[in-house]
């Protein structure tokens, strides 16, 4: 039966690998790479969902939120610093920051120092609303100077300037806190307030990369954003570049954007493998075992003396870490930061399409939902419009039901990631490569 399922898993690795293949045969070899490297992207997003869901049973609705705190630490660690910037206002915001930290600690100490009565809740009014007022003051301050610097190009403060390579963990490290806190208030609850929390939470997240320019430019954007491989025009400079373009009889142009492309590729798969790699050691270890004997009965796991909430929130944190680098990937692969393109709702229905297509529970499954839907979600809307075209090039040039079917091909994707994921639940239920 093992065998059986090997063979399986192996077959369809092959067919993704066949549709990839022929995107670069029929269409070109730059659209395929770009899918390819999106396609490895998603298989990671898919793989820290499938921590928290196939592992734990941990129903997570805001994963755009943690791919947010991934782009949000590249801009933070791989953006140069604007100097003009911090001079204007730059040490007031880290005042204020300080102060608003302080408050929040001084606020805990009271509370747990002070016996309940009026004393506590006079000291607690009293931080709380002094507090705030002082970092308002201080903060609005330099949020103005910060913005008022060339608000056109910069408007914020940049980053370190640090290798961006260095922002993909400090991604899952931003995305693991935050998953840390949310975790502490909503796990051991029911798991619809972790979904309720999580998607809040997501959408505070965005809220503050759209509102706040200072730290993200808002809708402005922040663009550029250091690249870990060379720019297409740096390798259209190089001589043994140029020569071996010639050699091969390749314009150097689309020569320079495949190249560049499969060192993006180079780089995520190295880190795919490596997070494949610890998942299944840790699927297949007695953290793993323990795990899913907490997933299918938590009752039983307590009972012998498993710490249920604590596990929760040990593989909660580390799936929104892998997210978060997934984030940080991502941004670096676009080389900007676009808050408006973080659409929870939307992407984050793709990624548990990945998930439960390619089989919950099964790291391997996920990494091939993630190729596949990818594939899918891209290539769809063009194929549809082939279609269409197809099938009214019979019909007259006024008809009314050749301009509906053709403006209908724009929403074959969703069309086509429901049709997916009604066929698969029904004729598949546990995904395509089940858990074992």
Same mark, same amino acid.
């Given at each position: 039966?093992?065998?059986?399922? &090997? ?5 369809? $690795? ?44 941990? $129903? ?5 939120? $943690? ?24 040490? /007031? ?23 309940? =009565? ?24 330099? @949020? ?13 403060? =940049? ?10 963990? @400090? ?21 619809? !307030? ?31 954003? +250091?690249?870990?491989?060379? !720019?297409?025009?740096? #390798?259209? %400079? ?15 142009? *689309? ?23 610890? *998942? ?14 907490? /997933? ?11 710490? @249920?909430?604590?596990?929760?929130? %040990?593989? $909660? ?16 692969? &676009?080389? %900007? ?6 659409? +929870? ?21 996920? @990494? ?13 809307? +063009? ?9 009214? *090039? ?30 698969? #639940?029904?004729?598949?239920? /546990?995904?395509?490569?089940?858990? /074992?």
């Amino acid at each position: 039966m093992t065998g059986v399922r &090997d063979i399986r898993a192996v077959a369809l $690795f092959a067919a993704v690998a066949v549709l990839y293949l022929g995107t670069g045969f029929v269409q070109s070899w730059n659209i395929a790479l770009s899918i390819f490297n999106m396609g490895l992207v998603s298989a990671i997003l898919a793989l820290g969902v499938n921590m928290q869901w196939g592992y734990a049973g941990l $129903f997570n609705v805001g994963v755009m939120g $943690f791919v947010a705190l991934g782009g949000l630490a590249t801009v933070l660690i791989a953006v140069p610093p604007v100097e003009d910037a911090w001079a204007a206002g730059g040490l /007031r915001i880290v005042l204020a920051l300080v102060l608003g930290a302080a408050t929040i600690i001084a606020a805990i100490l009271v509370w747990s120092k002070l016996a309940p =009565g009026r004393l506590r809740a006079l000291g607690m009014v009293v931080i709380l609303i002094g507090g705030f007022a002082l970092f308002r003051t201080v903060f609005d301050g330099g @949020v103005i100077a910060v913005e008022a610097v060339n608000p056109a190009a910069t408007g914020f403060l =940049g980053g370190l300037g640090l290798p961006v390579l260095v922002a993909w963990p @400090v991604g899952g490290v931003l995305a693991a806190g935050a998953a840390w806190l949310i975790g502490k208030t909503a796990l051991g609850l029911r798991s619809d !307030y972790l979904a309720i929390a999580t998607l809040g939470i997501s959408e505070i997240i965005i809220a503050v990369l759209k509102n706040e320019d200072w730290l993200t430019r808002g809708v402005k954007n922040v663009t550029g954003v +250091p690249r870990p491989v060379p !720019y297409e025009v740096e #390798l259209q %400079q190089t001589p043994w570049f140029t020569d071996l373009a010639a050699r091969l009889g390749a314009d150097p142009v *689309s020569m320079s954007s495949i190249m560049v492309k499969l060192s993006y590729a180079g780089l995520f798969m190295v880190v795919l493998l490596v997070l494949i790699w610890f *998942s299944q050691k840790a699927w297949n270890s007695p953290w793993g075992r323990m795990m899913r004997a907490i /997933r299918d009965n938590e009752v039983s796991a307590a009972a012998m003396g498993k710490d @249920v909430k604590a596990r929760h929130l %040990q593989v $909660f944190v580390l799936g929104s870490a892998v997210v978060g680098m997934a984030g940080a990937m991502m941004t670096t692969l &676009d080389s %900007q930061l676009v808050p408006s393109s973080y659409q +929870p709702l939307r992407f984050t229905f793709l990624v548990w399409v990945m998930v439960i297509v390619g089989g919950s529970g099964n790291n391997w499954g996920a @990494v091939l939902g993630g190729f596949l839907i990818w594939w899918l979600w891209i290539q769809v809307e +063009p194929l549809g419009q082939l279609l269409m075209q197809s099938i009214t *090039s019979g019909m007259a040039e006024g008809s009314w039901l050749r301009a509906h079917l053709l403006e209908a091909a724009a929403h074959m994707r969703l069309m086509t990631m429901g049709v997916i994921l009604l066929l698969v #639940l029904r004729f598949s239920p /546990r995904g395509l490569i089940p858990e /074992r």
